[in-house]
Nanobody, 127 residues
């Protein structure tokens, strides 16, 4: 059974940090791209950051560049998202998702190509 379980969300003040974790099981971790997405109240789901497990290639949305860092622990089948300098506009439910890696240099970024999703973890940044 495929499972993605997020943890690490919470309430933090502006400028603070949180570290989200995504624990994956039930699929061949090394053959997948893992993405972090978020959905804020009243807004569309958006991609935040992605990592291709087999080679560690990463991608960041412009609005998190320089503040968030995605990493993987392949021995533990975990993907972490370190979030620093948090802003109120980062408030959202954060989801991790898994998509089979494709050939070539690009990481899968479309949410419609992601096969498996976690339940999400709430991140709230107070002003």
């Amino acid at each position: 059974e495929v499972q993605l379980v997020e943890s690490g969300g919470g309430l933090v003040q502006t400028g603070g940090s949180l570290r989200l974790a995504c624990a994956a099981s039930g699929f061949t971790f090394g053959g997948y791209d893992i993405g972090w997405f978020r959905r804020a109240p009243g807004k569309e789901r958006e991609g935040v950051s992605y990592i291709r497990i087999r080679d560690g290639r990463t991608y960041y949305a412009d609005f998190v560049k320089g503040r968030f860092t995605i990493s993987s622990d392949n021995a533990q089948n975990m993907v972490n998202l370190q979030m620093n300098s948090l802003k109120p506009e980062d408030t959202a439910v954060y989801f991790c998702a898994a998509a089979q890696s494709v050939g070539g240099p690009d990481i899968v970024r479309s949410p419609y190509e992601y096969d498996y999703w976690g339940q999400g973890t709430q991140v709230t940044v107070s002003s």
